[in-house]
Structure formats: C-alpha cells, structure tokens
C-alpha cells in the first residue's frame, strides 16, 4: 500500500486505476462496498485499484468550529484500504482551492492528472463546488474524457441505509453493538499513551492515558476494550472515556488498564477498540466507593472478553 498526494505527482504504475472516490470516514459496509467493487473491477480489468479520500474532511474545512466527528484517522484508513485489497491511497488535500474546483474541473482532474481510467462512488456522492457534481453529473462528464464511471448502492441494514452519521449516534448512546455492526468492527480510538496525574496508579489501576483528539465522541462512562499494542499484540482491558468526574478539576481522557500487563507505554501509539458500554461515568463520595466499583466493572470486562 502506498499513499499518494496529487502534489508529488502520481507514478507511472498508478496510472490508468480504477479509483474508489468518497470521504470513506469509518470505512463501514457502504464504503465497504464501493471499494470492493473497485477492488474487484480493477482485478478484472488488471489495473492498479487505489482508493482516494479527503483529508481533512470537508466539513471540518466548510465548518471548522464543528464538535469532533471523526470516525477513523488517515492512517487507520490507509490500513483498512490496504486490508480491503486496494493498491495505493490517493489523498486530496480539501482546503480552499479544492472546495473552489467546479464538478467539470475535478473530472478532467481524476482523468489527467490522476490518470483514473473508471471511478466508482456510491450512489449518493457529490463533489465540486457547491455540490455541483454527483454520479449522474460524474458519468456525464466522464464520457467525454474516456472516463468511466459507476454508483454503488447504499448497503441497508434493518430499514435504514449504513452510514457514518448513523454510527456517530449510536456511539453517543454507548451502543456499541449497533456501531459494531455498521462498522463491521468495534469503534477504535488510536494515540499516543500520555503521562497522567497518576490517579489510577494510586487505586491499584496504572492506566495507559490517551487525549480524544478529532474523534467522534463516544457516550461518557466505561467500556470493556481491547487494546492494540505497538507490537501487534492485543490485550483485553477496561477504560473510563470521559471527564473522571470524581477529580478536579474534570480532563476529558481515555483511561486504559490493561488486564494482566505490564510495562511502559508512554510516548508509543496504542489503538483502544470499544467492545462493550458498561455503565455510564459518575461521580464517588470517596476513594474507597470509586475503588471498589472500579473492581467491579474489571469483572465485568474480564466477563465479556476473557
């Protein structure tokens, strides 16, 4: 897998793809479905398969003040594109003069400088300024450039279609299992293991702390993990998601205690994937109330995971 930027020129080998266009934010069933299809086109036609993606999100340049929503990084994309069989990662820089680009200009894009010879989408995407382009306005202008192109369907499950807003709200109602199932995997939260105030160290619970960054935030409270360590390995764990607020003042943090681990993380990318809600974050009168509901919910995760 290889990531491409439109600035560094795309290499020879990459030219004539068949390239998957969308956001691809949370990479669930429907995004799923576009690349496969991209993917397997390309087997077909025996042309490189490269998935392009925006970063940063269009809404976070159209509506920069907007909460985090985020649902995977660009790396976490670039992994999972890699996992689905795609060649390389194409990534359009969405800043001013991209969100200015007409429909028509960013067709003859795809097809020059990007050198795409097809490109599937799903069927309700739109692109150009103004939303000027979708799949009928992109099969259109393709024609006419020796591009084609195709939509894919939205993927329902139950009575509404998969998409990313849909995970969001179930991940802020601590549904972990309707995420999981959009997503075809749990929701993971990746980042630097920072230093704390030591708190959980003192309860007998040493936790690996991470900040929340851009990330969608998923419902306050505390959650069975499993936690992705920077050697590969995975270890089952229990993590606090919220503002602790018990302590002064309030930080909002991701409190992992590995289960059965130790060892020094600081400064080392971890990912933490939310498997199941346990209860919500609340406030204890005392260190020793906190400590022993904190013995609890270790049971529980252990319950759920070992």
Request: some cysteine; aromatic content about 8%.
């Amino acid at each position: 897998m290889q990531r491409l930027l439109l600035a560094d020129g795309i290499p020879d080998r990459f030219r004539g793809s068949v390239v998957a266009l969308g956001n691809f934010d949370g990479f669930h069933l429907g995004h799923q479905a576009v690349v496969g299809r991209a993917v397997a086109r390309a087997a077909h036609e025996q042309r490189p398969a490269v998935v392009a993606t925006f970063d940063p999100h269009p809404v976070r340049f159209f509506k920069p003040d907007a909460a985090p929503f985020r649902l995977t990084t660009l790396d976490q994309r670039e992994e999972l594109f890699a996992g689905a069989g795609a060649d390389a990662m194409l990534v359009f820089d969405f800043g001013a003069p991209l969100a200015a680009t007409s429909a028509e200009d960013f067709v003859a894009l795809l097809a020059e400088k990007v050198g795409a010879t097809a490109v599937v989408t799903g069927e309700d995407f739109t692109f150009g300024a103004r939303r000027g382009g979708n799949a009928v306005v992109l099969r259109e202008l393709g024609a006419a450039r020796g591009l084609s192109a195709e939509g894919v369907a939205p993927v329902m499950l139950g009575e509404e279609p998969v998409s990313s807003s849909r995970i969001r709200e179930a991940l802020g109602m601590g549904h972990c299992a309707t995420a999981t199932r959009l997503l075809t995997r749990p929701f993971a939260i990746r980042g630097t293991v920072q230093h704390g105030d030591k708190r959980g160290r003192e309860l007998g619970y040493p936790t690996a702390n991470l900040t929340l960054g851009s990330y969608q935030r998923p419902a306050y409270g505390i959650y069975a993990v499993r936690v992705r360590l920077p050697d590969g390995s995975e270890v089952a764990g229990v993590a606090n998601v919220g503002v602790r607020p018990t302590f002064e003042p309030p930080v909002e943090l991701l409190e992992a205690y590995l289960f059965d681990w130790s060892g020094d993380l600081y400064g080392q990318e971890i990912e933490v994937a939310l498997h199941h809600f346990l209860r919500p974050e609340r406030r204890f009168d005392s260190m020793d109330a906190l400590s022993l509901q904190m013995r609890s919910d270790e049971a529980e995760a252990r319950r759920l995971l070992l």
